[in-house]
C-alpha cells in the first residue's frame, strides 16, 4: 500500500508549483527538516534541469508517468533513504556523479580538499597522485578533470565502490586515472607519489549510533569507521608516507569533527612530521589536514 496521501495518487496530471506546495506540506508534517529541499532535489531529476529552472517551469503539468516515479521516490524517502541514492546521483565540484550504496555519498565539505589539491598541484609539472578510498571516485575524478596534467591512481577495498568509480570516470571521459583493488591497511602501494589525498573512513566507532538515520542506516559502513578510534588510517598514512610520497610532497587528508583534526595532527607529529597544517571548512570547522613530506 502507498503512504503517500492521495494528493499524488490522483489519476489526472498536475502542475509543478501544485505538487511543491503539497510536497512542502506533507513533508515537513512527516518531519522532515527541509520539506522544500526534499522536493526540489525530486524535480531537478523529474524535470531534468537545476534549481533555478524548476522555477521557471511552475505551470508545466508533470505526466503521470512522472507523478508515479515521483511516487515511488517518495516512499523510499519516508525510510529515510537519502535523496542521492534514491535519485541515483549527486552533485559535486559543479559535475554530476553516480552514486549507489556501495559508496560514500561526497560530501560538500571534501571540496575544500579538492581546492587545497589543486593549490599544490599547480606548483608541480605532471604531479602524480594517490587517492585512497576512491568510493564514487569523486576526488579523483574530480583533480583528473580540472589538471589534465596529473598522473593519478584511485584505489579502494570495495571492488562495488571501484565500478562505481569506473562507471564515473567513464561517463565524464577521463583517462588519466588507473583504478585498483588495494587494502591500504593491508597491502602495500608501490609507486613514488608527489601527492597522497584521502577522505578515510574517521568516524569513530563510538559515534556511530549518534550519525543521523539516513546515514547510519543506508552509506556504507566501513566507507564511515574504521571500527576503532577514527584514527587508524592517518596512523598507516603517517607509517607509509616517508616510503611512497616524495620529499617535497604533500598529504592532503579530510579530518573529522571535534578532537579529530587535532588527534590526527598528533599522529603526524609523533612520526616526526613538521610543519601540519588544518585548515577551515566553509562552516569554520577544521577540516582539512595538510602534512608536508620535507
Ligand atoms: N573519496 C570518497 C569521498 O570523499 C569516499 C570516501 C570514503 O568512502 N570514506 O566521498
Known amino acids: 500500500m502507498s503512504l503517500i496521501s ?19 506540506t506533507y513533508f515537513s508534517g512527516k518531519g522532515f527538516d527541509h520539506p522544500r529541499a526534499e522536493i526540489e532535489w ?21 505526466s503521470l508517468s512522472q507523478l508515479s516515479t515521483l511516487r515511488s521516490w517518495i516512499n523510499r524517502r519516508l525510510e529515510h533513504e ?8 549527486t552533485e559535486f565540484y559543479g559535475r554530476k556523479f553516480i552514486v549507489n550504496e556501495h559508496v560514500l555519498i561526497p560530501r560538500p565539505e571534501t571540496e575544500r580538499l579538492i581546492d587545497i589539491a589543486l593549490e599544490k598541484i599547480t606548483q608541480m609539472d605532471s604531479p602524480t597522485i594517490l587517492d585512497v578510498g576512491t568510493g564514487s571516485g569523486c576526488i579523483a575524478i574530480t583533480l583528473a578533470k580540472e589538471s589534465v596534467n596529473s598522473d593519478i591512481s584511485a584505489i579502494d577495498i570495495s571492488k562495488s565502490a571501484l565500478k562505481t568509480a569506473m562507471d564515473n570516470a567513464k561517463q565524464m571521459d577521463v583517462k588519466n586515472i ?56 592517518y596512523r598507516k598514512f ?16 579530510e579530518v573529522g569533527s571535534d578532537e579529530h583534526p587535532q588527534m590526527a595532527k598528533e599522529v603526524f607529529s609523533q612520526s616526526g612530521f613538521k610543519n601540519m597544517r588544518l585548515i577551515k571548512d566553509y562552516n569554520g570547522d577544521d577540516r582539512i589536514l595538510i602534512v608536508p613530506t620535507k
Request: proline content about 7%.
Open 82 to 89: 537519502p535523496l542521492q541514492y534514491i535519485t541515483g546521483f
Open 178 to 233: 588507473h583504478f585498483s583493488h588495494l587494502d591500504i591497511l593491508e597491502e602495500n602501494f608501490l609507486h613514488p607519489i608527489d601527492i597522497l589525498i584521502s577522505n578515510p573512513p574517521y568516524i569513530p566507532k563510538n559515534n556511530m549510533n549518534v550519525l543521523m538515520r539516513d546515514v547510519q542506516e543506508y552509506e556504507p559502513l566501513f566507507a564511515l569507521t574504521d571500527g576503532k578510534d577514527g584514527l587508524n588510517f
Open 6 to 24: 492521495p494528493i499524488i495518487n490522483r489519476e489526472e496530471p498536475m502542475r509543478v508549483i501544485d505538487l511543491i506546495k503539497w510536497a512542502e
Open 42 to 62: 525530486f524535480l531537478q531529476e523529474l524535470l531534468n534541469c537545476n534549481r533555478m529552472d524548476i522555477y521557471l517551469r511552475f505551470e508545466e503539468i508533470l
Open 238 to 253: 603517517s607509517q607509509i608516507a616517508k616510503s611512497i610520497v616524495k620529499s617535497g610532497g604533500w598529504l592532503i587528508l
